[in-house]
């Protein structure tokens, strides 16, 4: 996430993997078609 951001609607950036935790994403239904996608990182701090 550009920044290391938490925030809702944020940009999603590439990068060499570093095996951090922002590089890592849970996905979970929504129930109506869509993903909610998450980094380890906003569950963790």
Known sequence: ME???TANNS?????PWLNKANQKWTFT??????????T???VTS
């Open 40 to 42: 380890l990182r906003s």
């Open 29 to 38: 239904k929504t129930g109506d078609g869509y993903y909610k996608i998450k």
């Open 3 to 5: 920044g290391g951001t």
């Open 11 to 15: 940009n999603v950036l590439q990068w």
